[in-house]
């Protein structure tokens, strides 16, 4: 029996019952109200980076295309592959981008708690200039694009754009109230 | 290994890897841009129901308690047990509140295709009338109330409301044009 401590969000007599390559499945045995017990379930996910990179007035975002997904609009990020978030999402944005920045702020963080567990990062980098080439994933393609700022807001409601949904709820909110534009705009190109 | 075919939304040699009581994990081996092959997963869960169901010029809410979950409120409906799942939001109406109804429509049928596959069926269950007692789960607890139309869309921006986002969205967009308002309120109330 694998003795993993559960993730927050999870009951302490949470157990571990499979590991994927991406998921984890977590099993429970709840107490009904009659005092009987079932088995509960939940999935849990290694969270979402996303960074939404700044260099003059402009911000970028990346034309991709990957496997089985066709081609969609993104920003640049993943999944971490440690517990230092704020150096991932950096590693990310040089990775897919080429591009660093001294400047980083963490912009949202949302953690999801329905049938799975996942939380979400969104990161401001402001400032970025190109450090080196990208260097990808054999299983991404990437073009990277710099765009001005009504049309970043636009992307919120972009079918072809591929955003976390707490972003678009977000970028949604600043789009319809001049006040929350000027403060994000601040936020961006200070 | 097993031979159940993969869901709509996966690819054909996507095999089933763990099925747990709620969850289906599936992997692939996926084609990389250089030739290379990587596993891919992606997990499944069963359709949810949610019924909005009308009787006189008022619309059926539950005040629900759940292990885990605490109070909150909901619509009715579940996890359906087979295909038919018109039937099966007709049973879970019935089991929740003890109300039946002759003239059901679907109002929204929509597939999210990320990480996890699911769908979401919003039925109208029209001119209900009470037919028995409630019939409760050991892991539930619900009590029914009437509301007004005005008080069912404000439920799109309560954070004690556990709808699916799909109608929530639904709900914001009909709360917020009185176009839609009036044809929102001719589906339930002909």
Known sequence: MDTTPPHEGLPDNA?????????EVWQWEQEMYDGSTK????????????????IGDRILIGH?????HGTFISLFGG???NDDIE???????????GYVSDDWQLLLKKAKRGHTIHQTYVFIARDCRK???????AGEKIS????????????SEDPKAWICNDLIEYLREVRKDENKK?????LLFP
């Open 79 to 81: 999944r971490p592959e």
């Open 144 to 155: 990277v694009e710099a765009v001005s700022f009504k049309a970043f807001l636009d992307l």
């Open 182 to 186: 000027r403060e994000f705009r601040r």
């Open 15 to 23: 157990k571990l019952v499979f590991k994927g390559v991406i998921f």
């Open 87 to 97: 150096a991932e999402a950096r590693r990310e944005l040089l990775e897919e981008t």
């Open 39 to 54: 088995t509960f379930e939940k999935t849990w996910r290694p969270p979402t980076i996303e960074v939404i990179a700044s």
């Open 131 to 137: 450090e080196r080439e990208q260097s990808l994933d």
């Open 64 to 68: 991709q295309e990957q496997p089985t």
